[in-house]
């Protein structure tokens, strides 16, 4: 019989958000199959200069000091810019693991960009668990992924070279202008690991309703086959507000360890995207997002992001690429009013895209 006891953490990540955790929690000391998911109980064992603050499910910093024991969830990270790691083949008590992202996110770290210090090692108190000692996990209270579409409002899908390229800078900016102009916008981020950061900051803009892959029961998209059902599940969701557009955000870039790429072979998904804006960092960047995109059939149709932080940016981009431009920082205003031209023909109050 699994021995189940009792504890009192001092913090929460905002990971574990979606089962609306206390800081008392019932918990077993191993796990020999531990997922992507599982909640987890540690105990922090050292600090860390740059990456000490963890999220709590409030949306609020707070600083983590070596003793606090802590409850977030075992998942994967491949951060260009920041930790990389991954769930570990087994879980005891004892064992140490690590800190991957400020939400919560916990697992074996494998390395982490240069100008991070190390993750904080953790020491494994136990896996939280139901009173019958079953495993808690994320995806015990997540929405139901979706082979279909169906109905939707028009989607302005915002990718991107890579993390830190302007892509939430550009979804929150183009909530803000379209809120704005009279619209019910709704907003949702697809990919990354779990935080509540961007959607918290998507609905200080305006957004009406927001979800996001943490919804699905998912740490971190790291991995996932196709992410276009738990995609459509997110879009779904949004919709129940009945909104006049929905703002996306596809965390991480379109190469890399967070699937995004899948989200663009997906029929109904690209059918539904009204206008897509492009986030680069260099000029490079913005050309190579463009030719891949287009090997896919797909058209950008702004490029925003730090590349056109300057003018002379967004004017190479214009006349080199012959893609429009607009930074969402200085010139939000003409950066919505760009996607309003792309998507003109079905950004009227009240129309909606049938995808089946």
């Known amino acids: 019989m699994t021995e189940i006891n009792v504890i009192d953490v001092d913090k929460i990540g905002s990971a574990t958000s979606p089962l609306g955790l206390t800081k008392t929690t019932a918990l077993v000391a191993t796990n020999n199959a531990p997922k992507?998911?599982?909640v987890i109980v540690v105990r922090a064992l050292t600090d860390s200069a740059t990456y000490n603050m963890l999220e709590l499910p409030t949306g609020r910093l707070a600083k983590i000091n070596p003793g606090d024991l802590l409850l977030g969830v075992l998942g994967r990270r491949r951060a260009l810019k920041g930790f990389v790691g991954d769930?570990?083949?087994t879980v005891a008590s004892g064992d140490r693991l690590h800190l991957l992202n400020m939400g919560g996110v916990i697992g074996r770290c494998t390395?982490?960009?240069?100008?991070l210090s190390d993750a904080i090692e953790l020491e494994v108190i136990g896996l939280a668990s139901d009173e019958d000692g079953n495993v808690l996990n994320i995806a015990d209270a997540c929405l139901p992924s979706r082979t279909q579409l169906g109905e939707t409002a028009p989607i302005v899908m915002i990718a991107g070279t890579s993390m830190n390229s302007g892509k939430t800078v550009a979804a929150t900016e183009l909530i803000k202008q379209a809120t704005r102009a009279g619209l019910r916008v709704a907003a949702g981020k697809l990919s990354g690991v779990a935080c509540l950061r961007d959607t918290l900051n998507m609905s200080d803009h305006g957004a009406i309703a927001t979800a996001s892959f943490l919804d699905c029961g998912l740490p971190s998209t790291v991995d996932v086959a196709d992410l276009a059902p738990t995609a459509k599940a997110i879009v779904a969701k949004l919709n129940e507000a009945s909104p006049d557009l929905i703002v996306i955000e596809l965390g991480?870039?379109?190469?890399?360890?967070?699937?995004?790429?899948?989200?663009?072979?997906?029929?109904?998904?690209?059918?539904?995207?009204?206008?897509?804006v492009f986030c680069a960092s260099d000029y490079v960047g913005a050309w190579g997002g463009i030719e891949l995109l287009r090997r896919r059939g797909v058209e950008v149709d702004v490029i925003s992001g730090s590349v056109t932080d300057?003018?002379?940016g967004e004017d190479y981009v214009r006349e080199q690429f012959g893609v429009p431009a607009a930074n969402a920082r200085r010139e939000g205003a003409a950066l919505f009013d760009l996607v309003r031209k792309s998507v003109s023909s079905v950004l009227v109050k009240g129309d909606a895209i049938a995808t089946t």
């Open 87 to 89: 769930v570990p083949e």
């Open 36 to 38: 992507a998911g599982d």
């Open 252 to 276: 991480d870039g379109i190469l890399g360890g967070y699937s995004v790429d899948t989200i663009f072979s997906d029929v109904e998904l690209l059918e539904a995207t009204a206008a897509l």
């Open 111 to 115: 390395g982490h960009h240069s100008s």
């Open 310 to 312: 300057s003018r002379m």
